[in-house]
RNA sequence: GGGGAUAUCGUCUAGAGGUUAGGACGAGGGAUUUUCAGUCCUUAAGCCGGGGUUCGAUUCCCCGUAUCCCUACCA
């Protein structure tokens, strides 16, 4: 048989990277064995807070940006339809009564309150928490009295009072679990609705999934999963629970480490190699070779669920954004600056839709920062020298001033350098560095005292790519306006007698 | 309180019954260069503790400890 498998998110908001994660290795392993991958959407919790249809929108991009496109799934369909937990309900009506008739199931009328209440003494008593199985007991009458009375309620797992329940993980080995300390799992909720358990072991068997891929923080329940596909007869798929993902602090990751939803790492400018990479390396590597690059099909070669680590794995940041900006320097710059053009229409830098004068124009900027970047989001501040109208003092880094426009000779280099490069009938990197040269020279200076004032009276900054390709790039008019905008201040100043004083 | 899982540099990890315990991020140093970045070289940094098994365990077993997860009519 080959090898079915499903990512199954819920719309409860932004999808998290985690889940994220779990999509890639379901799959890579769908990749690597020739078999499908499925996505099904659980939306069987309609509490307002939690079910979030908006949601839906960035599941569905994130797997498009990843490059992940199920093949059957609630967008293209497919043979075992619909994709989607709210238009299954019949079906999973059918089965709970199934497992009622057969005994595996049984009405409980509890009310919340008595059951709040019932957890609390638990609680207190420091006794395990559970339901308490009232219901289990209740005659057919009994039940019917109480729906006749009109009283509502739940269908609850009766759960095997004695053995043990085997869960086959690939990742983890045979885990077993008594089932005399197992919960009688709510199947269907007051409002109709299955709960994950009983909609889940119905659409793994009816979707024919071999394999469910799912967090770690699924395991402990597992056992009851893997009863109710045995009460229904079924042989439950193996499992394999990736660990979660973590914070710094060695806790779940959410919102108050960084970034956590997928769609914020979209934004933020990472690459979807790079992305992928680092989430596939994120618990899984491929074993003693020593490569962490990878590309998507080096990864599916390479990938085993037994490959997958167990234990849980801390969100490295730093690495995320090295591996990013790896990734950039070893694109085709035309690709990076295609994506970092809606940053700069962003800020403002270009005209949305861009001219092709500014296009022509970003074509050798971009080439120059890209050494420099990790984000793509870093784009509009890494550019901006080169867009962005200077006046001297305006725009122009304050400490860089203090630094390096100070000194005596400033004032008798840039009246030397605007001649000379005024004078050059081509414009060019070489050029500008010959003349620069020369008038270090004449002026008797090491190059570092030439070099710097220039670039900051070109620029506003200390920083930046090579100088004399930067002037090159900037050009005549942006580079003399400049500089001569400096030159006019320094000058006067400087026959007032005095240096230019910052603030 | 109950249950489950896990444990190698700060972080992600590789690894084998005997190894100088390997790589990557990060950190330190150096080289390159006009700065930053990049690139290259380099240094420091690790087997949770205790018992066993064994000629020999960081590796296998047990216990302890720690951490995480679950303990909902959420997934």
Known sequence: MSVRVRYAPSPTGSPHVGNLRTAIYDWLLARKEGGQFLAR???????????????????????RFLGILP????????????????????LYQKYAEQLMQTGHAYRCFCTRERLDAMRLEQQEKKQPTGYDRRCRSLTPEEVQANIDSGL???????????????LKD?????????????????????????????????????????????????????????????????????????????GADKKKLSKRHGSTTFVDFINQGYLPEALFNFLVLLGWSAGDENKEILSIPEIIERFTLEGISEHPAIFDYDKLKWMNGHYIRASQPGRIIGMCIPYLIKAHLIADPPTPEELDYLRKVLPLEIDRMKLLSEAPELVSIFFKELRFPDGYDEKAIA?????????????????????????????????????????????????????????????????????????????????????????TQTESGGHYLVN
Request: charged fraction near 25%; aromatic fraction near 8%.
């Open 41 to 63: 959407l659980e939306d069987t919790d309609r509490t307002p807070e939690r079910y979030r249809p908006e949601g839906i929108y960035e599941i569905e991009e994130s797997l």
């Open 71 to 90: 093949d059957e799934w609630w967008v293209s369909e497919g043979a075992v339809g619909p994709y989607v937990q709210s238009e299954r309900l019949e």
């Open 152 to 166: 509502t309620s739940v269908v609850r797992l009766a759960m095997p009072r004695e053995g043990v329940t085997i």
């Open 170 to 246: 690939v990742i983890r080995g045979n885990i077993s679990y008594e089932n005399r300390l197992q919960d009688d799992q709510v199947l269907v909720k007051t409002d109709g609705y299955p709960t994950y358990f009983l909609a889940c072991a119905v659409d793994d068997h009816h979707m024919g999934i071999t394999h469910i891929l799912r967090g770690d923080d699924w395991l402990s329940s597992a056992p009851k999963l893997v009863q109710v596909f045995t009460a229904l007869g079924w042989e439950p798929p193996l499992f394999a629970h990736p660990p979660l993902i973590l």
């Open 403 to 491: 630094k390096w426009l100070s000194a005596d000779h400033v004032v008798r280099m840039l009246k030397k350098e605007i001649t000379a490069f005024s004078a050059l009938s081509d414009w060019t990197e070489a050029n500008l560095e010959f003349e620069t040269r020369q008038i270090t020279e004449e002026l008797g200076l090491e190059f570092a005292k030439v070099i710097h004032p220039t670039r900051v009276a070109a620029t506003g900054k200390t920083v930046g790519p090579g100088l004399f390709e930067t002037l090159e790039v900037l050009g005549r008019d942006r580079t003399l306006s400049r500089m001569q905008s400096v030159l006019d201040v320094l000058s």
